[in-house]
């Protein structure tokens, strides 16, 4: 009888951290599991959220803001204030078909809803004021 050949592991050499990670996804698919993507990855194709494709505008910079096409991020047209010295803003919505502004909002620090249910496609700018004649405003419009 031969002895059987034996292949010395040196003690040194336990698993390496890649070979476990990759013994544990193999693992966890087997089993259905998925895994996710590190933190650090983004999505191909990463929806932008309603007030995250929003546009910042200044008062006193243009009489109308826009012209804007609405998008399928909003249902409705939103508008807030984020900066200046008024103490809040004026604003309608003029739809490009109508030729004429649905109805006045008062716009503060927080969204406000200034036109509902707007189809996506739709044309329209916004007219706007202050509070004050010779105050500054910041706006975000999100569409």
Do not use: H
């Amino acid at each position: 009888m031969t002895p059987a050949a034996t292949v010395a592991v040196p003690r040194s050499a336990p698993l390496t951290a890649r070979f476990a990670r990759a013994s544990l996804v193999a693992l966890l698919v087997t089993l259905g599991f998925t895994v996710p993507a590190p933190a650090s990855a983004a999505p191909a194709t990463a929806a932008t959220s309603c007030y995250g494709g929003a546009v910042t505008v200044r008062y006193g910079e243009v009489r109308d803001f826009g012209p804007y096409v609405t998008t399928s991020r909003c249902t409705d047209i939103n508008m807030r204030m984020t900066g200046g010295d008024a103490e809040f803003g004026w604003a309608c919505v003029q739809f490009a078909r109508a030729g004429a502004c649905n109805y006045w909002t008062k716009i503060g620090r927080s969204w406000t809803t200034i036109a509902t249910d707007v189809l996506n496609g739709t044309r329209f700018t916004v007219p706007n004021g202050v509070d004050l004649e010779g105050s500054s405003a910041t706006f975000q419009i999100a569409f």
